[in-house]
């Protein structure tokens, strides 16, 4: 009796124990838990950044129209429209620092953060300058 390759048993890895005194849960919930506190505040900050975006385009488009029929009164309405730009733009500048401080988000999170940031402050920028279009129309 031979015993042949297929015959002889299989020594099987022993399943890795836990040390005295810790507790017997895996790390992985308390990651997935935190990506997804993490996920849902990029998608709230990706969310208020379209919503500043259209804000600022329908903003630049009337100073446009401004150009054409100039409007005192819509001058005004423009400035109160930037002063809700001006107010996204601090939200999210407040939801981006609170993304650095709690997650400390690495490569792409890392990217997508900072650049929420930067499109913030230029779609204020263009705001601003939206405005200032309007006010120099009214003085002419």
């Not at 297929?6 to 890895?13: F, G, L, T």
């Amino acid at each position: 009796d031979r015993m042949t390759v297929r015959d002889r048993p299989v020594a099987r890895p022993r399943p890795a124990r836990w040390p005295a005194g810790r507790r017997k849960v895996w790390p992985t919930r308390a990651l997935f838990d935190m990506s997804l506190h993490l996920i849902r505040d990029l998608e709230s900050l990706h969310r208020d950044i379209l919503t500043m975006c259209g804000m600022t385009e329908e903003l630049v488009s009337r100073a446009v129209e401004e150009l054409g029929k100039p409007n005192e009164d819509r001058a005004v309405r423009l400035k109160e429209e930037d002063r809700k730009i001006d107010w996204y733009d601090v939200q999210i500048e407040e939801k981006c620092l609170k993304v650095l401080a709690l997650h400390q988000p690495v490569a792409i999170d890392l990217r997508r953060t900072i650049a929420a940031l930067r499109i913030s402050k230029e779609l204020e920028r263009c705001a601003d300058i939206a405005v200032h279009i309007a006010e120099r129309v009214g003085d002419m």
